[in-house]
């Protein structure tokens, strides 16, 4: 990383270091997900200070060969992020403990950077719970956990539109007169149509999918997210 | 193997914040060399402070009886809660002199990813005592950060029919605009007040 090559970046996470110094794990369109330190951040004159916050497009210089970098300089544009914290943000929340889980580090995600920052656009106005669940399969897809939506998981046979199916997790679906979801409905996940699709089963298959991702770990923001009355 | 005391007090201090291996052999040396009766004086404070200090029974502040301070002051207005992360913010606003009534300590912020919830704060606890006490206000003072943000809007979302206000956010006393950073600015335009001449 060129020390005085700008990079593009969102606030995952961020955490205490000593009295006044910052670290952070950043998800920057060049390199991934990465973690920086920014000495002196919280103090009140540092050129850091305010800037460290998620939701909004970063740009930053970093330094240093070991894998924790020194952030040198950081820029951004205020006018875009004046937007209160509001119950949205919760779900925000959960999408970057959900990246901080899953992301590996030091591996460029440009693609997923990009739908990130369109999401991020997209929930201000769209429907939040459709806008979750079509990142959420997207993030599945680009981070190699997607799921199969072609075909029958027993017998390779093509999934039938006019079928019905069970989602069996770790696996796919597998046909079942007794199934949740048709055919048509699956193909309507895989295309993205998800406003067609009853949000129940949609919500349990993605949840499903993560979970084995996630594999062990626990995801706090759901809980804290599940007790807000909505 | 001989034990090495003075190595052991050196590292002890260490955990102090701001304390590095330097300034540590500094102050264990002083306190062994210089002023030993003041060494043994901490010693003793420290060791009854530690064995006598807990948390107030209303507030969760620390104190080393049932009720800190404020609690048990019978002047002060029972009518309205300051919700603080840390103890140190309640010695903050005492300072000031300006608020008369009591507190709530959260000792911390919703932080899911750390692992911290609302269970790890006592928000029950707060709740609980709204409902038991003739509570009019309840003025959320959590930091300006995104975890401190999420809990407000947590505690908000749990309290009905009481006031509930935030503290706002914005230019320092004295300070002009063109020294305070963006973030600060936009805040507290948000958070900006109507001017009432009389
Ligand atoms: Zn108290």
Redesign the pocket.
């Known amino acids: 990383m060129n020390p005085n090559d700008w990079d593009e970046c969102f606030l995952l996470h961020q955490r205490s270091y000593g009295e006044t110094s910052v670290i952070a794990d950043v998800f920057t369109k060049s390199f991934g997900k990465i973690s920086i330190i920014a000495r002196g951040a919280k103090k009140p004159k540092s050129k850091f200070f305010g800037y460290l916050s998620p939701f909004c497009k970063l740009k930053i210089t970093c330094s240093g060969r070991s894998e924790l970098k020194t952030l040198t300089n950081i820029d951004r544009d205020f006018s875009l992020s004046t937007d209160n914290f509001s119950k949205t943000s919760y779900s925000l929340l959960y999408i970057n403990e959900l990246l901080s889980k899953l992301l590996p580090k030091n591996a460029i995600h440009e693609e997923l950077f990009d739908l990130y920052e369109q999401f991020l656009e997209k929930v201000k106005h769209d429907d939040l719970e459709l806008s979750l669940r079509s990142f959420e399969l997207d993030m599945l897809e680009m981070l190699g956990y997607g799921i199969d939506f072609e075909s029958d998981i027993d017998n390779d046979d093509p999934i039938r539109k006019e079928s019905q199916y069970r989602f069996i997790s770790e696996r796919g679906f597998r046909k079942s007169d007794q199934g949740e979801l048709s055919g048509k409905e699956i193909f309507d996940i895989r295309d993205r149509n998800l406003d067609q699709v009853p949000r129940g089963s949609l919500k349990r298959i993605t949840k499903e999918a993560i979970l084995l991702c996630l594999d062990g770990r626990e995801l706090a923001s759901r809980d804290i997210f599940r007790r807000l009355t909505q | 193997m001989q034990t090495d005391l003075l190595n052991d007090l050196i590292n002890s201090l260490t955990i102090l914040p701001g304390v590095g291996k330097k300034s540590a052999q500094r102050m264990a040396l002083y306190l062994l060399d210089k002023n030993k009766d003041g060494a043994s004086l901490l010693s003793k404070t420290l060791q009854d402070a530690v064995e006598t200090i807990g948390r107030?029974?209303?507030?969760?502040?620390l104190?080393s009886n049932e009720?800190?301070?404020?609690?048990?002051d019978t002047s002060r207005d029972n009518q309205s809660i300051c919700v603080i992360e840390n103890p140190s913010d309640m010695l903050a606003i005492e300072s000031t002199g300006g608020f008369r009534g009591?507190?709530f300590?959260l000792l911390g912020r919703l932080s899911p990813i750390d692992g911290v919830g609302p269970e790890d704060l006592g928000i029950d606890q707060l709740l609980n005592l709204i409902s038991k006490e003739d509570v009019k206000e309840i003025i959320l003072a959590t930091s300006s950060t995104v975890e401190g943000d999420a809990t407000a809007i947590f505690i908000k979302d749990h309290i009905k029919d009481i006031k509930v206000s935030r503290i706002s956010y914005g230019i320092p006393i004295g300070g002009e605009l063109e020294y305070v950073d963006g973030n600060t600015i936009a805040r507290a335009i948000q958070g900006r007040t109507e001017i009432n001449v009389d």
């Open positions: 107030c029974k209303r507030c969760r502040m104190t009720y800190c301070k404020v609690c048990s009591k507190y300590v």
